[in-house]
């Protein structure tokens, strides 16, 4: 991790004489106490960092950043003196985020998580971070991540960085990939993240963090400068502590699109819900809180309808997805890495190379699966998928029609059938799940294209979160935020890691 010199980081009284105390405050309070001049972005920058320096390096050592933006202060005191002299650009004027690792920032290297491009300096920001940092957003971190983007049982490894910890429970992993992302909104080390989502790695972050996180329609968001795992399902996705936050983040990444409409209009009286059947039974505890979080919505007015899925739609990923990904993964890191600079491989096979030719005393080892699947994709390029991505998407015609038939407005289901598993190199007898495939839920709206937020409905009793998620037709994104806004207000189900409480 960079570090900033003692000297730029703001004195201590500096946050501690801020009417608002940045940790687990809403995007909207920030927003207003920054117009106000409760509070500077000096002041925010400074107290993530304090955060930083506690929990993730010290304390818990959660292991969610990468590496520390280290022009953070200075854009920070640019944003103050331009708030003074010029008035905010935008509600996340001088907001701190943390940004994945995959997703070009420039002036810091785009690891993916990967020791091999360590040395991977973009040329520019990516689309996604360009118009958030036009919008006044300051890039505080890159987080860590499962390498390339692709868990294979190791959530939230990586060999250029090691792994990131859940902070609700050290010893259960913190979902992937997007995981440094998702950790470090939840401990509060950034007010939000940006994560991206190819079979499930915003929402199952956000999942067992408690967070919200949206998984757009697909295409909706520009993935230009994001290195690839499979484009046909890769999309950029903002992760927050709230749905109102992250409804907030996606007016910037998607303006003219109805994510600006007021929180207060959201409601669920008088909304046709789909409740999703099909992944009941994998964990009793997650079962208890889904049919809480139903019980909830119909009494927040809104009326529920039993929905069963075809069984084609519970193995998507074993019957399209990993072949589609196969075909498409070698390709698309050709075309990124040519761009990514001399000092790094340019190919997918000169990558593949460099993890093979890796010594021990290198640093940390390639996850093995991993490596085994990028050398599969590497012998069979050229080989096309047993069936394509075009055709996959016709998953979305028979939601549609599932939809249409039964006249709801969205379908609901815990996003994972199961709490969060114990990370890869840990036991941890209190987990226990019967599900399959737990993860068979989020392949939906990857493999249809539909959009799907997930966001909390309780704990289990070993302390980690549950999620509940609602997916919808194509474009109705701001809907389903405006449902779960809604859900959220009734439920108050977000609380912070007990790991990493308030600063004194």
């Avoid at 900033?4 to 004195?11: D, G, I, R, V």
């Avoid at 859940?166 to 939840?186: D, E, M, Q, T």
């Avoid at 998928?385 to 969205?410: E, F, G, N, Q």
Wanted: hydrophobic share 45%; charged share 15%.
């Amino acid at each position: 991790m960079t570090s900033l010199p003692h000297s730029a980081w703001p004195a201590h009284d500096t946050l501690s004489r801020a009417a608002v105390d940045p940790f687990e405050t809403s995007l909207a309070a920030l927003a207003d106490a920054m117009r106000s001049r409760r509070i500077s972005a000096q002041a925010l920058v400074g107290g993530c960092l304090a955060r930083i320096a506690a929990y993730d390096r010290a304390g818990p050592c959660l292991n969610a950043i990468s590496e520390v933006n280290p022009s953070a202060m200075r854009e920070a005191r640019a944003l103050d003196e331009e708030l003074r002299t010029q008035g905010p650009r935008s509600a996340l004027h001088g907001i701190p985020m943390v940004v994945k690792d995959n997703i070009d920032t420039a002036g810091m290297p785009t690891t993916a998580g990967c020791a091999a491009l360590s040395q991977a300096y973009p040329p520019a920001d990516a689309a996604c971070v360009a118009r958030l940092r036009a919008a006044g957003a300051i890039v505080l971190a890159k987080a860590n991540m499962s390498e390339l983007a692709a868990s294979n049982g190791r959530f939230g490894y990586s060999s250029a960085n090691g792994l990131t910890l859940n902070p609700y429970r050290l010893s259960r992993n913190a979902s992937g990939s997007s995981s440094g992302s998702g950790a470090a909104v939840a401990a509060s080390l950034a007010a939000f993240g940006l994560g991206t989502d190819t079979f499930g790695s915003v929402r199952g972050p956000a999942c067992v963090h408690a967070l919200a996180g949206l998984r757009p329609t697909h295409g909706l968001l520009d993935n230009a400068g994001v290195l690839p795992l499979a484009a046909s399902f890769d999309t950029v996705g903002p992760l927050g502590r709230s749905a109102a936050d992250v409804a907030l983040v996606m007016d910037v990444l998607a303006p003219g699109q109805g994510f600006g409409a007021p929180a207060t209009l959201a409601t669920l009286a008088g909304r046709r819900l789909g409740i999703v059947t099909d992944f009941a039974g994998g964990n009793d505890e997650i079962d208890a809180l889904f049919d809480a979080a139903v019980a909830a919505m119909q009494a927040g007015g809104a009326h529920a309808v039993p929905v069963r899925l075809p069984i084609s739609a519970l193995t998507l990923y074993a019957d399209l997805l990993d072949d589609i990904t196969r075909a498409e993964w070698v390709p698309g890191l050709d075309r990124y890495l040519r761009l990514a600079g001399s000092a790094v491989p340019r190919s997918a096979a000169a990558l593949l190379a460099s993890l093979q030719g890796r010594r021990e005393d290198d640093g940390r080892e390639v996850n093995p699966l991993t490596l085994a699947a990028l050398r599969h994709a590497c012998e069979t390029r050229g080989l096309p998928p047993r069936i394509d991505a075009a055709t996959a998407r016709c998953l979305r015609h028979l939601l549609d029609d599932i939809m249409h038939s039964h006249r709801v407005d969205a379908l609901v289901f815990p996003t994972l059938a199961c709490p969060a598993s114990p990370r890869y190199d840990m036991a941890d007898a209190t987990y226990h799940c019967r599900a399959a495939q737990p993860l068979a839920a989020m392949h939906i709206a990857s493999t249809s294209g539909m959009p799907e937020v997930s966001v909390p409905m309780g704990f289990v009793e070993a302390g980690v979160p549950a999620g509940v998620s609602w997916l919808g037709p194509a474009g109705s994104d701001a809907a389903l935020l405006a449902m779960a806004v809604a859900f959220e207000q009734q439920t108050r189900h977000r609380r912070a890691p007990a790991t990493t409480p308030a600063l004194p």
